[in-house]
């Protein structure tokens, strides 16, 4: 017989869930998938912001940039035009002091470096030779009148006798050019007196010229000659002084124009750095030849030099005013460049910097006359290396204090 509990009709608790179960395992998987589903598109918008954040950071940082430079501001004025040149200052006349007589030096009255004037005693010769010849002339004088007086009387005598014809013509006429001698004799005599005076006042040495005095050559007790060659002193005269300096032949016309227009042309001369001015004098001349080893000419400054800011000797740079320009567009000589198409400068415009060619014809004073650059633009004075057509700008006032250097 077969066994009721193995029939076919039967469902064992093993092979069939229950359906409320089988619907919770569907929901728990669902809600599974939904949290992964926005998990994983939360971790891609965060990849996608992070990815649009860096390619916004690598936009800013390869944007271009403004570059920060100096600009100033073009301005029309004068420019000067200068001459220039290195000179030597020389004394307006310079003068060695001889004595005219031999003799023992007796005494110096002056100081080493002092200014004398013309007329000043500076030394004394021993005047006691001088003095002796001076009275021997004198005497001989004397001899020679008496003798003349002694001639003239016998001539008186002899007139009287020929005149009565006792005496010889002869007698009359010798005795005639006696006196005559004796008229010579003395006038040699006087020419002696006159000679011993001058050499006596020669033993008094004076200043011949007004300056200044400097080192003494000779010691008091010493002999000192007319013959000698080194002098007492040198005398230089220091108001007025001159300027000796050079210029390039080519622009020997233009100066020579103005001095033929009788044009006085100011000179300033410069200390060895041509910084600070000295002293402001005339042209005076310019020198008959060119020197043909340097192709230079010599041209000659006066200075009254009322302070004694130049002394023989020195140089100094000199600059020579030829002509002022009018109404030039001026820029510092910072603002330009060379490249190779030529000289050119950087022009800020609503901060983008544009080249542009310009030709410097004038520079003075740290300042450029330029052409193409209209007064009141902005010119980059600093910075350009770093410039191109088109860059932007950061414009910014130049460093330091006063801007150009203007010419004094």
Not at 28 to 42: E, Q, S, T
Not at 63 to 84: E, F, K, N, T, W
Not at 289 to 313: H, M, W
Not at 342 to 369: C, L, Q, W, Y
Request: a positive charge; glycine letters at 8%; proline letters at 6%.
């Amino acid at each position: 017989m077969a066994n009721p509990a193995h029939t076919g009709d039967e469902i064992t608790p093993m092979e069939t869930a229950p359906p409320k179960k089988r619907r919770s395992l569907a929901w728990l998987w669902l809600l599974v998938l939904a949290g992964a589903g926005y998990g994983g598109y939360r971790i891609y918008q965060n990849l996608q912001q992070t990815k649009q954040k860096a390619a916004a950071t690598q936009a800013r940082a390869m944007a271009p940039r403004a570059v920060p430079a100096a600009a100033v501001p073009s301005r029309s004025g004068d420019m000067p035009v200068y001459l220039r040149g290195l000179g030597t200052v020389t004394a307006f006349n310079t003068v060695v002091v001889k004595s005219r007589v031999d003799g023992q030096l007796m005494a110096v009255h002056y100081t080493e470096g002092q200014f004398v004037k013309a007329g000043d005693l500076l030394a004394e010769i021993d005047p006691r030779p001088y003095q002796v010849q001076l009275e021997q002339a004198k005497g001989q004088l004397a001899r020679d009148q008496a003798q003349l007086n002694d001639a003239k009387v016998n001539l008186s005598r002899y007139q009287a006798l020929w005149d009565e014809k006792v005496i010889a013509k002869q007698q009359l006429d010798t005795q005639t050019a006696m006196v005559g001698q004796f008229d010579g004799a003395i006038e040699s005599d006087k020419a002696t007196i006159g000679n011993a005076q001058l050499q006596l006042t020669y033993a008094k040495i004076t200043a011949p010229i007004t300056g200044r005095i400097g080192l003494r050559q000779v010691d008091v007790g010493n002999i000192v000659h007319a013959s000698d060659q080194n002098g007492l002193a040198t005398i230089a005269q220091m108001q007025p002084i001159t300027v000796l300096f050079t210029i390039p032949a080519d622009n020997l016309q233009p100066v020579l124009k103005k001095l033929r227009a009788g044009v006085k042309l100011p000179v300033y001369a410069y200390d060895r750095d041509d910084v600070n001015k000295i002293a402001t004098g005339t042209l005076l001349t310019v020198d008959n030849t060119i020197d043909p080893t340097t192709g230079t000419s010599r041209l000659k400054v006066e200075f009254a030099n009322s302070d004694f800011s130049l002394f023989p000797n020195q140089f100094v740079n000199c600059r020579l005013l030829l002509d002022v320009k009018r109404g030039l567009t001026l820029i510092p000589s910072s603002a330009i460049q060379r490249g190779p198409q030529g000289t050119f400068v950087f022009v800020a415009d609503n901060g983008v910097a544009h080249m542009r060619p310009v030709n410097a014809s004038i520079t003075e004073g740290g300042e450029a006359a330029v052409d193409s650059v209209k007064p009141g633009e902005l010119v980059i004075t600093d910075g350009q290396d770093k410039l191109q057509e088109n860059a932007k700008v950061d414009v910014r006032a130049p460093s330091g204090r006063g801007g150009p250097r203007r010419p004094k």
